[in-house]
């Protein structure tokens, strides 16, 4: 009997004692699952007492808080690794559109230089090049087309005039003819007037 009672005051002890263990050990705060890092960090700062250059933190906060940082480092190195990815698909992106670019430029200065230019039998000539060429030409066919105006005038002139001298030559000529047929005839006529004249 003295046994058994020995026992049971152990084990009311044991249950005594637990009991004050777990209802002594105090609820982890709020701050320290709910707000950021600093904020948590200030509360152990306020909360803990520093005895000869130590300072005294209860275990589960310590451990909590050596979990929040943890969970905050990973957290962080998991976004500086998807920034890193981010960075490295915006440079490759990058990298493309300056290909692009360079290809859209050489294309445009191309297309520029087929659009500022002409080809004229075979040479590729600028647009104010092949203006000043085809000016030039207009200008010397005008020219031409001016003095062979100016010749074909003069020479029309002097057609007429050729035509009214020669006309008046001709009229000249006739009256001549006319005369110098009347005078022959006049004379022949004269001669055998003459003939018969000494005959008779």
């Given at each position: 009997m003295k046994q058994s009672l020995i026992r049971s005051v152990l084990i009311l002890t044991v249950l005594v004692i637990a009991f004050?263990?777990?209802?002594?050990?105090?609820?982890?705060?709020?701050?320290?699952?709910?707000?950021?890092?600093?904020?948590q960090l200030k509360?152990?700062?306020?909360?803990?007492?520093?005895?000869?250059?130590y300072r005294a933190i209860r275990e589960d906060m310590f451990q909590k808080i050596k979990s929040n940082v943890s969970d905050t480092l990973s957290a962080v190195n998991n976004k500086i690794s998807?920034?890193?990815?981010?960075?490295?698909?915006?440079?490759?992106?990058i990298d493309t559109l300056r290909k692009n670019l360079k290809s859209t430029e050489s294309s445009?200065?191309?297309?520029?230089?087929?659009?500022?230019?002409?080809s004229l039998f075979g040479f590729e000539l600028n647009k104010s090049d092949y203006n000043k060429i085809m000016w030039t030409i207009i200008?010397?066919?005008?020219?031409?087309?001016?003095?062979?105006f100016l010749v074909f005038k003069r020479n029309l002139s002097v057609l007429f005039s050729t035509k009214n001298e020669f006309q008046e030559l001709k009229n000249e000529f006739e009256a001549y003819r006319k005369t110098s047929r009347?005078?022959?005839?006049?004379?022949?006529?004269?001669?055998?007037?003459?003939?018969?004249r000494l005959k008779g």
């Open positions: 004050i263990k777990v209802t002594g050990q105090a609820v982890i705060p709020d701050i320290l699952i709910k707000n950021t890092l600093n904020e509360y152990i700062e306020e909360k803990t007492r520093i005895y000869e250059d998807e920034l890193n990815k981010m960075v490295s698909s915006l440079s490759l992106t445009l200065d191309e297309m520029t230089r087929s659009k500022n230019s002409i200008a010397g066919l005008s020219a031409a087309l001016i003095i062979g009347e005078a022959r005839e006049k004379l022949t006529m004269d001669h055998f007037n003459e003939i018969k």
